[in-house]
């Protein structure tokens, strides 16, 4: 150790330990910033300090919707229950007043002709049993109304309106609950990563989008929003800032026919937010791109939204997605496991702008891409044919049948020579 300290000179060491240290770049960790969008479509935004708590009650029907299950199944439960006893302390009230429910009455009955406002109705109990099979519309037959008392009658009247609007409406919001859209978008399926390739000469962004459902998406169409946090010329900050970019799609409306996979495209123009972004800088953004995919439900007619988002560290650059849809036996058939499977190709690296100012670098890359092709089937190849020169000399060398023997020839002379064949 004390010869090798002594051959290197210090201030060699120093030099070589710095460069090394420069060469290697030191990659902080950014705190991980917090989605606008998950990639499950589910909006990450939480609502504080609401003071006006009324204007919800004042649209009911969507409130229940909108609520969970579990309460929306507690209050459906809870508001039989208390019509049902509510309308019971009425039938006891009506029967106390008439004096069903005095005991000295059905002494009386079998003497004189006294009938009752409702038969059998004798304790808050039998009161409860009645408002059932009267807002149920069961009718047993044991306990029924009787014409002696006009108030009993509008207690039924009210009692089968109430029970109407009751029915009308918690059926309405588990119905609607049952047939949300989101529902239906949970067989929209995005692919987890998109791509940045090259498509027709230009940088493009892509996407594969799909529905796993037989029945199809009519008027389906897609739009892409680019949410990242700016600051105006005068100082204002927008966190939120939300720009829409275009959808190269070759027909004429923004449609599109979702009987299959499709790969969605964006080609990265001047009206793209993405257009000064390149491959180094792509990783330093802070942006997400949000896919809205809309359209109706052909089986129900209701509009469904299916949402994601791509921030820069799921966007791939120089990838392409790989075919998954191939005809067999004269039926189109999608492989899905390889949905969001991507293939690595040539692409520059440097920004749209820079590619629209300078076509050569295109032109560049792809003959870098063909030529670096060229040697790999060159090695390919030369690997192959040493591989198989190996394996011949090494069959030769375990089967001894295959050595050919030498063979001598005796010349006239008498000599002996020795010879291979």
């Avoid at 600051?231 to 009987?259: K, M, R």
């Amino acid at each position: 150790m004390l010869a090798r300290k002594s051959i290197i000179p210090e201030e060699y060491v120093l030099a070589r330990i710095a460069a090394e240290n420069l060469r290697k770049p030191r990659i902080r960790d950014r705190p991980r910033k917090a989605r606008f969008i998950a990639k499950n479509g589910a909006c990450n935004l939480a609502h504080k300090n609401i003071r006006e708590q009324g204007r919800f009650l004042q649209d009911i029907f969507t409130t229940l919707v909108d609520l969970k299950w579990r309460h929306t199944l507690v209050i459906f439960t809870m508001s039989f229950l208390c019509s049902w006893l509510l309308f019971a302390m009425m039938w006891w009230l009506v029967a106390f007043a008439h004096g069903d429910m005095d005991p000295s009455t059905e002494s009386t009955t079998n003497s004189t002709r006294w009938t009752p406002c409702v038969t059998c109705v004798r304790s808050f109990t039998s009161a409860f049993l009645f408002s059932i099979e009267v807002q149920v519309t069961i009718g047993f037959g044991g306990r029924m109304m009787t014409e002696e008392c006009p108030l009993a009658i509008t207690v039924l009247i009210l009692q089968n309106i109430v029970g109407l609007i009751i029915n009308a409406v918690m059926l309405g919001c588990i119905f609607m609950k049952t047939a949300q859209a989101h529902r239906r978008a949970e067989t929209l399926i995005f692919s987890r990563q998109a791509v940045i390739a090259v498509r027709n000469g230009k940088l493009c962004f892509m996407f594969r989008v799909g529905d796993l459902r037989k029945s199809m998406i009519i008027s389906a169409s897609v739009r892409i929003q680019v949410v990242r946090k700016t600051t105006t010329p005068e100082g204002e900050v927008i966190p939120i800032h939300q720009v829409d970019i275009p959808v190269d799609n070759p027909i004429e409306s923004n449609n599109i026919f979702l009987v299959a996979p499709l790969i969605i495209c964006h080609v990265i123009d001047k009206r793209s937010p993405l257009y000064d972004i390149s491959a180094t800088d792509l990783a330093l953004q802070d942006l997400e791109l949000i896919v809205i995919l809309e359209g109706v439900v052909e089986t129900t007619g209701i509009t469904t939204q299916a949402r994601t988002s791509y921030i820069a560290e799921e966007i791939l650059w120089g990838h392409r997605f790989v075919p998954i849809v191939t005809e067999e036996e004269g039926v189109y058939a999608v492989d899905y496991s390889k949905f969001g499977n991507t293939v690595k190709v040539a692409a520059p690296r440097c920004s749209a702008r820079e590619l629209d100012e300078k076509p050569s670098i295109l032109i560049q890359t792809l003959q870098k891409s063909e030529l670096s092709h060229q040697n790999s089937l060159r090695k390919r190849n030369s690997m192959r044919r040493n591989n198989s020169i190996r394996r011949s000399n090494s069959m030769r060398r375990t089967n001894p049948s295959l050595i050919v023997p030498k063979v001598q020839f005796i010349t006239p002379e008498g000599s002996q020579s020795a010879s291979e064949t």
